[in-house]
């Protein structure tokens, strides 16, 4: 027996990928018909399955259903002890579910047998996500929400409540949202971890905060525990990706072009700390790099990087419609670190390509940006880091950067202080104002 399942090709094509039956434990129930948020949580491996439902458990009901989407994950040469923990895992959630009767629905997927080649979380997610998003089509549900969190986290009591209240209230018409997050900086992990973490929680949002001041359009957190999208919009871009590490990253930066992308502020996700091998890059891996190799000043992007992209965005102001004189005084305009990374001559043909497919100044701006996406400025910040500006120390450049952003940093080098500016930075609002 199979049970079919949206699985989205890279092209947009729709096509169905069978989630075989040895894979559940039980059928899958109809959807409710208030069904509104999808929770899809990738697993792989994981000593505790419990703590992140008894977290859902005590927020506060919502009008909205709720179902939560479990996939284990596994590809089929997965260590023996691997798979058993899944089905032990896969048993102690429905032995959960029936003692505990939470006011969300669970569905428990075991995919013990994933081709290696792609296994994965990016291809967790999809399987998850596909299977929401089929659930919301199947009565009509476009605007319904797949909500992405991780086995490993937590989340505030109003978590369900402010996911509601965000997608059907505040901000009916965003098509995703990144939440909310922060690492704890304390409890029974080794203490060295948590001096880890707090660098790295500082120097994610220092870089975003770069982003911000440079005024770009993407400047959003892209963590896969912290995320959320409409269902119709989900098929419509395609779906999740299958990569093993920073699906996240290359997902989101589908959609925030789209315009409307909003951050969720009034809740919080705890992503945990710990170190993990499963992914190439990531909270995890970093972590574990930390571990080894303790960096105490935690060199980052110097921060006339940002300031350079600034002087780009700025040069943005009245060049549409384009003239030779325009765009000679455009490319005037870059500092010497973007002249030398771009390619002049390639970025006037893709200015002139804009303009050609471009009606009025917004439309350019907004077909700039998806040219000039996050990828492509994550690539300048790696051009000049290694070629322009050397890194600095975290606690120097984010206080410098604090500075920027019309913050009084702390008067001594004090990391946590300093991610606390960040941390409260972080929750002002942002429009995606370039899209």
């Known amino acids: 027996m199979l049970i079919s399942a949206f699985i989205i090709s890279q092209t947009g094509k729709i096509d169905r990928m069978p ?12 959807p409710a018909p208030e069904l509104r948020l999808s929770i899809v949580i990738p697993s792989h491996n994981e000593p505790d399955v ?31 002890e691997i798979q058993a923990r899944h089905i032990e895992s896969q048993q102690a959630i429905e032995t959960w579910k029936q003692t505990k009767r939470p006011e969300f629905e ?38 319904g929400v797949i909500v992405c969190l991780d086995a490993d986290c937590s989340v505030a009591p109003n978590y369900l409540e402010a996911l509601e209240q965000h ?50 359009p993407h400047a959003f957190h892209t963590i896969g525990s912290s995320m959320a999208v409409r269902a119709g919009v989900y098929q419509a871009q395609g779906g999740m990706n299958r990569r093993k590490a920073g699906e996240d990253f290359y997902f989101l930066h589908k959609l925030i072009p789209l315009g409307g992308f909003s951050q969720l502020n009034q809740t919080t996700v705890f992503p945990s700390p710990r170190i993990s091998n499963r992914v190439p890059f990531g909270t995890g891996r970093a972590m574990g790099e930390w571990m080894l190799h303790p960096q105490a000043e935690y060199p980052v992007y110097h921060p006339q990087t940002f300031a350079d992209l600034r002087q780009l965005v700025l040069a943005l102001d009245g060049l549409y419609p384009l003239t030779p004189l325009k765009i ?50 994550l690539k300048f910040t790696h051009f000049a880091r ?14 410098e950067l604090a500075l920027w952003r019309g913050v009084n940093p702390p008067e001594s080098a004090d990391l946590k ?6 941390r409260e930075l972080d929750l002002k ?4 104002s370039g899209y």
């Open 167 to 216: 997608f059907f209230e505040t901000f009916p018409k965003s098509p995703a949202c990144s939440l909310n997050f922060a690492h704890p900086l304390s409890g029974h992990l080794p203490e060295a971890l948590y001096k880890g973490i707090l660098r790295y929680e500082l120097y994610l949002r220092y870089y975003i905060q770069g982003l911000r001041y440079a005024q770009l």
């Open 417 to 422: 202080k300093l991610l606390e500016i960040f």
């Open 50 to 80: 419990i703590s992140t439902l008894e977290s859902l458990s005590r927020n506060t009901p919502i009008d909205s259903a709720v179902e939560v989407i479990w996939v284990l994950n596994a590809a089929a040469n997965a260590l023996p």
């Open 328 to 377: 000679e005084a455009f490319f005037a305009a870059l500092p010497q670190s973007l002249k030398t990374w771009l390619d002049l001559r390639q970025t006037q043909e893709k200015l002139n390509e804009i303009q050609a497919n471009s009606t009025s100044e917004k439309v350019f701006r907004q077909r700039f940006f998806r040219w000039l996406d996050g990828f492509r400025i």
């Open 429 to 432: 609002s942002y429009s995606d």
């Open 19 to 30: 989630l075989n039956s040895d894979w559940l434990t039980a059928p899958i129930p109809k």
């Open 106 to 143: 669970i569905i428990v997927i075991n995919a013990h047998d994933l081709p290696p080649k792609h296994a994965g979380v990016g291809l967790a997610r999809r399987i998850g996500m596909d299977l929401a998003a089929e659930r919301f089509q199947s009565f009509g549900c476009p605007e």
């Open 386 to 399: 290694d070629h322009v500006y050397p890194e600095k120390p975290l606690v120097t450049a984010a206080t």
